[in-house]
């Protein structure tokens, strides 16, 4: 989600709930400044976790899924 630091100031409880769900880009003047992001989850071990999923080979959806659920 991108909003304005004005917005984000007036509204600093709000961004700090969906914080917890979602990334939050606050910009100034039309240019990125900040993001505010969850401590809790650790956003690179989510994506060492998806490398390798799904091999070169052509694969179903559900076969994908049944594939990774096996490896946890």
């Known amino acids: 989600m991108i ?3 004005t917005e984000f ?4 409880g709000k961004y700090l709930e969906l914080a917890m769900r979602q990334d939050i880009f606050i910009t100034k003047n039309g240019k990125s400044i900040a993001k505010l992001t969850s401590p809790t989850v ?3 071990a989510l994506l060492d976790d998806l ?3 799904i091999p070169q080979t052509e ?3 559900e076969e994908a899924k ?3 659920l096996a490896r946890q």
């Open 9 to 12: 100031k007036t509204n600093l």
């Open 66 to 68: 049944t594939e990774r």
């Open 42 to 44: 650790n956003k690179l």
């Open 51 to 53: 490398v390798g999923v």
């Open 59 to 61: 694969m179903t959806d």
């Open 3 to 5: 909003v304005t630091a």
